[in-house]
């Protein structure tokens, strides 16, 4: 999976397609991220003895086909690709040819 926790997205497809925001968990055994502000769910919350009950609104998961890597110095969504620095391999946005880590 190229997108890693921290990574700014933008989603290609779906109820909110055109958001953006910064992925919060990367989940790579089921190709899911977790993206702020993106796929928003409700969760009613049971009233405890020590809290009251209330309605959550939090980020679902969303499949990592859904979204692309927003490069910012090309202002639109990029493929990453990999290149060698020396001995180490980093990430790349193709449309810019920008490192991304």
Do not use: C, L
């Not at 910012?72 to 991304?100: L, Y």
């Amino acid at each position: 999976m190229k997108i890693k926790k921290g990574d700014t997205v933008i989603v290609i497809a779906g109820k909110d397609k055109g958001k953006k925001g910064e992925v919060i968990k990367a989940m790579p055994k089921t190709n899911k991220v977790i993206v702020e502000g993106v796929n928003v769910q409700t969760k009613h919350q049971k009233q405890t003895r020590t809290a009251a009950a209330e309605i959550k609104h939090q980020e679902g998961p969303i499949d990592v086909s859904n979204v692309m890597y927003y490069d910012s110095k090309a202002k639109a969504a990029s493929r990453i690709g990999f290149e060698m620095d020396g001995d180490k391999k980093v990430r790349v946005a193709k449309k810019s040819g920008s490192k991304i880590d």
